[in-house]
């Protein structure tokens, strides 16, 4: 008897979806900016001789130069580091606010989705309720009301962002609470936290990692508007938003560009980044394109 063949074992979709990001070109050239950026911003303390507010009175307004890469600004603090800790401080302000929105806008888009009727209708109510509200008018009498700093601003990105994320997390776990599953754990006494975490969140991972990967790109976006505004980071910390603010003038704009130049270069690059890698994510984990 011939022996049969070993059959080849079909990848896993977490597989099929690494595979497909990677054909992606989009993606792979974020990558290919973002980790550099990420890894100057996170050791340039290590290797700079320069802190954000050290100040070289001999150097104000000096351009680039082999001393000071980017140049120096009007009191004579060095550029290349108040861009690479303006890039630091955006990327915490990013990361912990979005991981603040995603939090409650799975909890809430969750729990109306798990917890009954009465539920659905009071959280999707206060959802429709907020995303009513203008958001830069929102946007800015939450950041009045918060105050300047990296934590305010935090809590203000996040108040401002979870409700599209409850959204599509709801709608993702409707059609899952029918499924026989689920209903099995009600009917054997199942509590809202073990749907919740043991079944609703597994499946809203997809949901989730696209989210937080676009919602950095725009929570940087936030803070550097909040910053110009002089609603964010306050000087004298660095921030990309707040050092376009201080450069705004028309004797920077027109005799020291570089003082604006290298932080809206260093605000477009990771925006643009960050949003390659988001799509490249999105169309990685969409069962479609399989089919394509």
Do not use: K
Request: net charge positive; aromatic share 8%.
């Amino acid at each position: 008897m011939l022996a049969r063949a070993p059959q080849r074992r079909s990848p896993g979709p977490l597989a099929r979806a690494s595979s497909r990001f990677l054909l992606n070109r989009a993606a792979v050239a974020g990558i290919c900016m973002a980790v550099p950026m990420l890894l100057l911003i996170l050791s340039y303390p290590l290797w700079w001789a320069f802190q954000p507010n050290d100040i070289d009175l001999l150097a104000m307004n000096s351009g680039p130069t082999a001393t000071h890469w980017f140049g120096t600004d009007g009191v004579g603090r060095d550029v290349f580091a108040r861009v690479l800790e303006g890039g630091r401080i955006s990327l915490l302000v990013a990361i912990a606010s979005t991981a603040l929105s995603a939090v409650i806008g799975f909890l809430f888009g969750a729990i109306s989705a798990l917890a009954g009727r009465w539920a659905d209708a009071v959280s999707m109510r206060f959802i429709d309720l907020v995303m009513t509200l203008p958001p830069v008018i929102f946007l800015l009498v939450l950041a009045s009301i918060a105050g300047t700093g990296i934590w305010p601003t935090v809590l203000v990105i996040s108040l401002l962002s979870w409700p599209l994320l409850a959204r599509m997390i709801r709608s993702r776990l409707l059609e899952l609470r029918e499924r026989d599953f689920v209903l099995a754990a009600r009917g054997m006494g199942a509590g809202i936290g073990h749907l919740l975490f043991r079944h609703g969140l597994p499946n809203s991972i997809d949901i989730l990692v696209v989210y937080a990967t676009l919602q950095i790109a725009n929570a940087i976006l936030l803070e550097a508007g909040l910053s110009f505004l002089g609603l964010g980071i306050a000087p004298p910390a660095a921030s990309w938003g707040n050092m376009l603010n201080a450069a705004r003038s028309t004797a920077v704009l027109e005799q020291y560009p570089w003082q604006w130049l290298f932080p809206g270069g260093g605000l477009i690059l990771a925006v643009l980044a960050i949003n390659f890698i988001g799509d490249g994510l999105r169309d990685a984990f969409d069962p479609r394109t399989e089919l394509n």
